[in-house]
Every structure is written in C-alpha cells, then in structure tokens.
Nanobody, 122 residues
Framework: VQLPAFGGGLVQAWGSLRLTCAASGRAFRSYDMGWFRQAPGKDREFVAGITWSGISIYYGDSVKGRFIISRDNAKNTVYLRMNSLKPEDTAVYHC????????????????WGQGTQVTVSS
C-alpha cells in the first residue's frame, strides 16, 4: 500500500487546509487509517484515526473540535480537514494504514506515506 499525501502548504493562523491521502492498492478499504504529524525535534503525534468502515473516528486532544477526518473507500482516499489552524499545528503530516492495534500508536501502523508539510504563520 502506497500512501502519498498532498494538500499541505503555508497558511495564516485561523486558516484552513484539507489534506488528501490517495492510497494505492485494492486492500485500502480493509485498513484503518490515521493521520500523524511530526514537528522538528518532536515525537510523532497522533492527529486523527478512522476505522475501515468509517464508523469509528478518533482525534488527538490538541485537534479535537478543529480537525475532521473522513474517507472515501470508492476512491481509496482519506482526508483531513483542518480548521482554525494554529502555529503549533506546523509539522509534516503523514498518512498511515494499519491492520490491527491501537489507533493512537504509530508503532501499530503497517504502512506510511512520506508526508506533506503544513506551515502555519502567526
């Protein structure tokens, strides 16, 4: 499974962006998906997760109420809508897929994309 992500860029504080992860591979719809981010000098942080069916959704505490994760299995795509962006949201955002395990633990994810840079200016 390949997971290229795009849609990042430079945005002012309180602005919005939508990230897209366009997965390859027919098994996409069987995987739970997650978005993680990593800022320079910091550990990889869980942002949002969604189960293969889309029924269960999870968010990291720092993005609850501002970010929305969704998926379209017919298009092999997962999205991350980011609203009310803050400078502390600046990071490289990665899309990841897992077969099982804990939605918040990056070690439980089997496939990773290269990520897309999001920079929020104050």
């Amino acid at each position: 499974v390949q997971l290229p992500a795009f849609g990042g860029g430079l945005v002012q504080a309180w602005g919005s962006l939508r990230l897209t992860c366009a997965a390859s591979g027919r098994a996409f719809r069987s995987y739970d998906m997650g978005w993680f981010r990593q800022a320079p000098g910091k550990d990889r942080e869980f942002v949002a997760g969604i189960t293969w069916s889309g029924i269960s959704i999870y968010y990291g505490d720092s993005v609850k109420g501002r970010f929305i994760i969704s998926r379209d299995n017919a298009k092999n795509t997962v999205y991350l809508r980011m609203n009310s962006l803050k400078p502390e949201d600046t990071a490289v955002y990665h899309c990841a897929a897992r077969d099982r395990g804990r939605y918040y633990d990056p070690d439980d994810y089997d496939y990773w994309g290269q990520g897309t840079q999001v920079t929020v200016s104050s």
